[in-house]
């Protein structure tokens, strides 16, 4: 690779920009993140795999996962909460260990809310069975209750989320069949719509004077734009007031990169909210390492161009989060990671051990770096790195200190990076 010289001369001049801007900067990492690019994982797992005997290394030395996760850029967690789950993770009591322990470290918290005792998603929202036999009146009062409930446990515990879902891949509602959208059940949109108020009407009666927490509604069907229209237009003919568009993009599942843009570009013009990718991932494998079946391990679920390699999961998260920083009106605030954490251990199988961003073995990926810092401010600390990754000798963007530099994901550090790097250091 050749450096030339205007590269050195701009590495230099960076330097002096970067100067300029770290007490600006210094000042907004207090902020924990709220107003930052959101580069979040979705880490519910965690506490189990844990205590299934997962352990994790970060240049082989072991560590808390959300140590390794917030030192390669991660500044947002997310907790999906279940009403009453068969296990021991993911009630009411767990959560809020775990979102102490976020909070603990400074990071922004995003709560998942399932309004189920297990898996919400497109094709199943059941009720917890506390609620089963309730009438629809008697269903939305308890709903608003308990979502006052759990957000007061939490902001008593002083783990306040900062942003909130209101129920998990809605696609076609929630709570079936008294919220349930769609097909037969088109006629259902107000009685969801009134379902959804009573969530956000619950969290906004836990809070303190003063205190806010964005409302987050969430679909999957991230290149959908159809679907996504027809979902976004009816809750808000129906009054819902909400402050993020949260959508899921599995690229095996919902579209092309293409075509997540094209619905970004619209979604972000035509509601005027700020859009989260709230739950992706790519394989850095097709192999395996446990008996628990993988939901992705055949070459026709990849994308061209982005091969089942580290360095394909790494190329793939680079492209996504530029799509998403690229959106429109800078309507585009981030993306969460979904189970990055989820090794195959002992106790616990995994069905996702090839699309975390470890290996079998629990140890940190290259492709992690890619998340580093690049929407989130560099300071002075970074100075050293920016010189060496772009004057050489021995920096190149496949090195893994050198990939959150190369803003353009073309594997190469270039001018096009500098002007990114330049924008980030002065902010908007
Ligand atoms: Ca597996
Ligand atoms: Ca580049």
């Given at each position: 690779m050749v450096y030339p010289d205007s590269k050195i001369i701009m590495s230099f001049a960076l330097g002096a920009v970067l100067a300029s801007n770290v007490a600006e900067n210094v000042r907004g990492d207090e902020?924990?993140?709220?107003?930052?690019?959101v580069l979040g994982?979705?880490?519910?797992?965690l506490q189990r795999i844990e205590d299934s005997g997962g352990v994790y290394f970060s240049d082989g030395l072991p560590a808390d996962a959300l140590a390794i996760f917030q030192s390669h850029g991660v500044n947002y967690v997310r907790l999906r909460l279940w009403h009453?789950?068969?296990?021991?993770?993911?009630?009411l009591n767990q959560t809020m260990l775990m979102a102490q322990r976020v909070k603990s470290r400074g990071m922004g918290l995003v709560l998942d809310l399932h309004y189920s005792d297990t898996w919400a998603d497109p094709s199943h929202q059941v009720k917890p069975a506390a609620w089963a036999s309730l009438s629809f009146n008697e269903l939305i009062t308890a709903v608003h209750d308990y979502t006052q409930n759990v957000v007061t446990a939490l902001k008593n515990k002083?783990?306040?989320?900062d942003i909130i879902q209101i129920?998990?891949?809605t696609t076609y509602g929630?709570?079936?069949?008294?919220g349930r959208v769609g097909g037969?059940?088109?006629?259902n949109w107000s009685q969801f719509a009134a379902l959804l108020n009573a969530a956000i009407a619950g969290v906004n009666d836990s809070l303190d004077a003063g205190q806010s927490v964005r409302i987050m509604p969430h679909i999957d069907r991230g290149g959908d734009n159809a679907t996504c229209r027809w979902f976004f237009d009816n809750i808000l003919a129906r009054g819902v007031t909400f402050d993020i568009i949260g959508l899921s993009f599995y690229p095996w599942w919902h579209g092309t990169l293409t075509e997540l843009q094209q619905n970004l570009d619209d979604l972000a013009v035509r509601y005027e909210k700020e859009i989260i990718v709230v739950e992706t991932a790519y394989p850095w494998t097709l192999d395996w390492f446990d008996?628990?079946?993988?939901i992705v391990g055949l070459s026709s679920q990849l994308h061209v161009?982005?091969?089942?390699t580290v360095e394909g999961q790494r190329d793939f998260l680079c492209t996504l989060t530029n799509i998403v920083r690229d959106a429109?009106?800078?309507?585009?605030?981030g993306l969460m990671y979904w189970a990055p954490d989820w090794i195959s251990t002992a106790g616990m199988g995994s069905a996702w051990e090839n699309l975390?961003?470890?290996?079998?073995?629990?140890h940190a990926l290259?492709?992690?770096?890619?998340?580093?810092k690049r929407f989130t401010g560099f300071d002075l600390g970074d100075f050293a790195a920016l010189q060496r990754c772009f004057?050489?000798?021995?920096?190149?963007?496949?090195?893994p200190a050198c990939i959150?530099?190369?803003?353009?994901?073309?594997?190469d550090l270039d001018i096009e990076d500098y002007a990114e790097i330049a924008a980030a250091l002065t902010g908007p």
């Open positions: 902020n924990s993140g709220s107003t930052a690019f994982v979705d880490a519910s797992f009453t789950p068969g296990s021991g993770y993911n009630n002083g783990a306040l989320p129920g998990n891949e929630c709570l079936w069949d008294d037969s059940f088109e006629g008996g628990t079946n993988n161009g982005f091969p089942a429109p009106q800078d309507k585009g605030i975390a961003l470890f290996d079998f073995g629990g290259d492709s992690m770096h890619v998340l580093s004057t050489g000798p021995g920096g190149s963007p496949s090195e959150r530099f190369d803003f353009d994901c073309d594997n």
